[in-house]
Nanobody, 122 residues
């Protein structure tokens, strides 16, 4: 497992952008698949995106959210563009070992960040 520390988030207006960061401890960051999930008020946690050698984002945010990683900095980013009120949620990053498991599943990850609130006003 790795330790994950998130930063970013906050209160923005619809149409604004934010960048979330997730810094990982350890020297084997490049060997992990990194994911982002979110949980809106009264909703279950849902997959947002993941990245190993390639990135993948959920259809619900495709074209607006971009996931990237900087292995030299042990950090994964989630760029949120053209935010909408329905994007309001606690966003959490996660790390897991590279395997054949789908990166869209929570069970593929064994380390989680502390979560950060993103609130989008209309």
């Amino acid at each position: 497992q790795v330790q994950l520390a998130q930063s970013g988030g906050g209160l923005v207006q619809a149409g604004d952008s934010l960048r979330l960061s997730c810094a990982a401890s350890g020297r084997t960051f490049s060997s992990y698949v990194m994911g982002w999930f979110r949980q809106g008020p009264g909703k279950e946690r849902e997959f947002v995106g993941c990245i190993s050698e390639r990135s993948y984002v959920a259809n619900s945010v495709k074209g607006r959210f971009i996931i990237s990683r900087d292995n030299a900095k042990n950090t994964v980013y989630l760029q949120l563009n053209n935010l909408k009120p329905e994007d309001t949620a606690v966003y959490s990053c996660a790390a897991g070992p590279l395997s054949g498991a789908s990166c869209t599943r929570e069970s593929s990850y064994d380390s989680w960040g502390q979560g950060t609130q993103v609130t989008v006003s209309a």
